[in-house]
């Protein structure tokens, strides 16, 4: 059977967007790296030290054409591995499919190197408290509380991420 050289299985593009996907985690933990050179933790750190889950401003844009943007975008890093682990979807009004954020790493990068410095010092004064960990507003000024079946990160959380 003659296959078109212009066309690709289903299998091919999975692969293709699988390795896409990688080759962009790598360059966003080369920033991060590169941003956080001077941070140094070990594997002994306190957790507190290692994960950072911080919300800044990001944009959406869903599989229906539905576009919006969100202060409430989150974004989790681990500070030891240098890389995003988690970046949390949002579900459209329109049709509630879920959609990936977009959002500017520096922003992401700046919150986490502010958040270390900040708990690093609180843990120096024994004043740590784990709550530290996922607690408070990170972002900008949302109109309000969103949806919370839209939030996967309220959803993991099993209450609002606000």
Known sequence: ???????????????AVANLKI?????ESELIAERTKDIKIKSTDHVMLKFYTVKVEGSYKCKCGNTW???MTTVKVDLYQKCITKKYKQGCKR???MAAPHF?????????ISKYHERKDKL???LADTSLVDSGMRGGNPQGP????LCERCQELGKPCW
């Open 1 to 15: 059977m003659a296959t078109n050289k212009g066309s690709a299985s289903p299998d091919d593009l999975a692969s």
């Open 23 to 27: 080759k962009v985690g790598d360059v």
């Open 69 to 71: 943007s969100s202060y």
């Open 95 to 97: 049709c509630r499919q």
């Open 104 to 112: 500017d790493l520096e922003d992401v990068i700046d919150r986490v």
């Open 124 to 126: 120096l004064m024994g």
């Open 146 to 149: 969103h949806e919370e079946s």
